[in-house]
């Protein structure tokens, strides 16, 4: 059964810093990973998507790799604002077209 | 183009009672799956509508049911709420062709309180 873990669960950074958030899953045998904001109580907004023939992507101060045969990816925030804070969902989706997701990562950026 | 739409936004129900959750997909889109959030954790996939047709589920018990719609909007109904069901439950929608895999688009989710 798929497993996805991240960490850390929490992370508290001053403005203006550069922070990387960590996500694992124990079967590589994935279609694609997606990365996912979420403001409290709210729904969930996909920052990036990377297929499984991939390496990396980018969209504006956010990059995500991708390591399939080693079961990680990781989202790089560059230059961070308070508005990035939220919580971060990485979610990779099987050959059954569903995503797992973890638990996510709470960020804080302090002003 | 209209993104994922879900009604309602928040409901209250009393232990024992039906609840019926709906969503609207995204325009072109075939494929809807319904994913449960409690709070402090990851979305946990209920199940999923292809076509109309179910075409997988997660570890849901059988008091948690679905259909999707010629127009390819979506309902899910739980029966005898338990109190453990009160969470986040949020459909997205996809283009889904049975093989390739696509993005799934999140609509904002149904608050579901059970009391």
């Known amino acids: 059964k798929q497993e996805v873990t991240q960490i850390p669960a929490a992370l508290s950074v001053p403005e203006g810093e550069n922070l990387v958030l960590n996500c694992s899953f124990t079967?590589?045998?994935?279609?694609?990973l997606q990365w996912f904001r979420q403001d409290p109580g709210k729904g969930l907004t996909s920052l990036l998507l990377i297929q499984s023939s991939q390496r990396e992507q980018t969209s504006g101060r956010l990059n995500a790799s991708l390591d399939k045969s080693s079961g990680r990816s990781t989202l790089y925030i560059a230059a961070s604002q308070p508005g990035d804070s939220a919580t971060y969902l990485c979610a990779v989706m099987t050959g059954a077209n569903n995503l797992f997701f973890g638990t996510g990562t709470r960020l804080t950026v302090i002003p | 183009e209209t993104g994922v739409t879900q009604s309602p936004t928040h409901l209250i129900k009393t232990r024992g009672q039906q609840v019926t959750l709906r969503c609207s997909s995204q325009s072109g889109h075939n494929t809807v799956s319904w994913y449960q959030q409690a709070l402090g954790q990851g979305p946990q996939f209920i199940f999923q509508y292809y076509r109309e047709e179910e075409n997988g589920r997660g570890n849901f018990p059988p008091r948690f049911s679905g259909l999707q719609f010629p127009n390819y909007s979506s309902e899910l109904n739980v029966n005898a709420l338990e109190l453990d069901d009160s969470a986040l439950y949020l459909c997205a929608s996809s283009p889904w062709n049975g093989q390739a895999s696509y993005e799934q688009y999140f609509g904002p989710g149904t608050r579901l309180t059970v009391t």
């Open positions: 079967d590589s045998a994935i279609y694609n």
